[in-house]
Structure formats: C-alpha cells, structure tokens
C-alpha cells in the first residue's frame, strides 16, 4: 500500500518508473509501465457498478461497460488538453504529463509557491472547463445521432465528461477544485484586507 491509493492511483509516484512517449506543445509526455491496464480497470469499475441495476441484461452490462472505457479514454486526454490550454494562456503549462492506469498527473518543475494566484486558478480550471464545454456539445448533438452504438457511446461522452468537469470544480485533496476554492479564497481574504 501507498500513499497515491487514497488519490485514485494505482501506481506509487514515488517509485514508478515513467518511460517518455514524446511531447505535445512543448509538454513532455510520460506513461508508467502499467498504463496500459487503463481500460481494463475502468470496465471492470463499471462493470461491478452496473451489477446494482438488476434490470441489465449481462448483453447490455457488457455494452454500457464498453461505452463507459471509450468516453473515460477520450475525456481524459481532453480534460489533460484543457490544462495545457489554460496553462499556455497564462504562459504556465506544466512541464510534464504522466499518464497513468487511473488518472493524468500534471507534474510541475519549480517553486510552485512563487507562481501567482491567478495561474494557479486558470491552470485548474482548464480540465473541468473543456470537460464540461464537451458535455454539453454532446448534449446538443446527441438529437442528430442514430440510435446504436455511436449514441450510447455519446450518451456515455455526456455523463462522463460532466462528472469529470463538475467532479473536478469540487474542493477534494488531489483534484482540481482543491486549487480552484483554494486560489478563490486567498483572493477574497486579500480583498478584505487593508491596503
């Protein structure tokens, strides 16, 4: 057992070898040996969840299961483009971004602690904002779509980039919003105070 299992992580940060896979604007991308398990681990996430829905055929588990890994594979690179994004818009991207089984850390160099309020701010906000512009696209073209499997796929786009974009504005350690509510409280405590 490891510290990161409480953050959703599988592999220990500390210790995980990370085997770069090349860089996209400027940002270094890194995987560890077990990303590949990605999928595997969120079918079966899904899978077991579903169970509670006693009225599913095991066709029909197995299906929703297998929407639920496409738009989980798809969202979270968005939600990782969303923080490079918002980080170049303020001239601070991260330096690296290490993909993992469960979840994309941003990783950092530097004395975070110099870095304006308002970086810190935009920089989080990036995943949870593009997440949820993705949701509601999919909301809007989901009328357009043919009954099938490209629309459970698009209705499974819509529930999981919302979870991810709203999920992520909460003030939960290891989540975006933990820096957004933090950033937005620091700046209404200076604006009280004297000059």
């Known amino acids: 057992m490891h510290k ?3 953050f959703f992580l ?29 999928p595997f681990v ?3 996430l899904h899978f077991l969840l579903n169970l509670l829905n006693t009225r599913l055929t ?34 601070s991207a991260m330096d690296e971004l ?6 994309d850390v941003n990783v950092y160099h530097g004395d975070q602690a110099k870095i304006p309020g ?13 997440n949820i512009i993705v949701g509601i696209f999919c ?9 099938g499997f490209w629309a459970g796929v698009n209705n499974s786009m819509i529930s999981t980039n919302l979870f991810f974009g709203l999920g992520g504005l909460l003030p939960v350690p290891s989540v975006d919003g933990q820096v957004i509510w933090r950033e937005i409280i620091n700046f209404m405590r200076n604006r009280k105070r004297p000059a």
Request: zero cysteines; a positive charge; hydrophobic letters at 50%.
């Open 4 to 6: 990161y299992l409480k």
């Open 10 to 38: 599988l592999e220990n940060l500390d210790t995980v070898r990370r085997i770069r896979i090349g860089s996209f604007w400027k940002v270094t991308l890194l995987i560890t040996p077990w990303t590949w398990l990605s």
């Open 42 to 44: 969120f079918f079966g």
């Open 58 to 91: 095991l066709d029909e588990r197995l299906l929703q299961s297998i929407y639920f890994v496409i738009a989980v594979e798809l969202a979270t690179p968005i939600h990782a483009f969303g923080h490079i994004l918002s980080g170049k818009l303020v001239r």
């Open 98 to 103: 290490l993909i993992t089984a469960t979840r």
């Open 118 to 130: 308002y970086v810190h701010l935009v920089r989080s906000l990036g995943g949870p904002v593009i």
């Open 139 to 147: 909301i809007f073209i989901a009328r357009w779509i043919p009954p």
